[in-house]
């Protein structure tokens, strides 16, 4: 395999990876609905309706991810949608450490920053449309 079709194979394991396990918790969403989602964005004081854009983050988004169609800004999507998620329910732990020693957020960092490595790098040849 050359060097390029190892990067896009490369590419396609980290957005199967990240899409797939987003997408677990948008079917939990969707399955259990969005009210403990919006009891925490009304009590930032924040609008209600904004509890939706968590299936945008956790649904249409990582659907987007796996399929590679408009895959970075399905990425975006998924970063934002962590930003808030660490914001809203994480804020307190953002510098604490786990029992093991590692970070207590290291999963929602995996998340984001994986995320944002598809923005940057795209979705690769194993795509829809390569954007």
Same mark, same amino acid.
């Given at each position: 395999?050359?060097?390029?079709?190892?990067?896009?194979?490369?590419?396609?394991?980290?957005?199967?990876?990240?899409?797939?396990?987003?997408?677990?918790?948008?079917?939990?969403?969707?399955?259990?609905?969005? #009210?403990?989602?919006? &009891?925490? +964005? $009304? =009590?930032?004081?924040?609008?209600? /309706?904004? *509890? !939706? #854009?968590?299936?945008? &983050?956790? +649904? $249409? =988004?990582?659907?987007?991810?796996? /399929?590679? *169609? !408009?895959?970075?800004?399905?990425?975006?999507?998924? =970063?934002?949608?962590?930003?808030?998620?660490? *914001?809203?329910?994480?804020?307190?732990?953002?510098?604490?450490?786990?029992?093991?020693?590692?970070?207590?957020?290291?999963?929602?960092?995996?998340?984001?920053?994986?995320?944002?490595?598809?923005?940057?790098?795209?979705?690769?040849?194993?795509?829809?449309?390569?954007?």
């Amino acid at each position: 395999m050359n060097q390029a079709a190892m990067q896009d194979f490369g590419k396609l394991v980290l957005r199967i990876a990240l899409g797939a396990l987003i997408l677990l918790h948008g079917i939990s969403k969707l399955k259990n609905g969005l #009210g403990p989602i919006e &009891g925490m +964005v $009304l =009590a930032r004081g924040l609008p209600g /309706f904004l *509890a !939706y #854009g968590v299936l945008a &983050g956790e +649904v $249409l =988004a990582p659907l987007m991810l796996l /399929f590679g *169609a !408009y895959a970075r800004i399905g990425a975006v999507i998924v =970063a934002i949608n962590m930003l808030f998620a660490i *914001a809203l329910v994480h804020l307190g732990q953002l510098g604490q450490l786990n029992d093991q020693g590692g970070w207590a957020l290291e999963l929602q960092g995996m998340f984001l920053f994986t995320a944002l490595a598809i923005a940057l790098f795209g979705p690769g040849r194993y795509a829809i449309n390569q954007r």
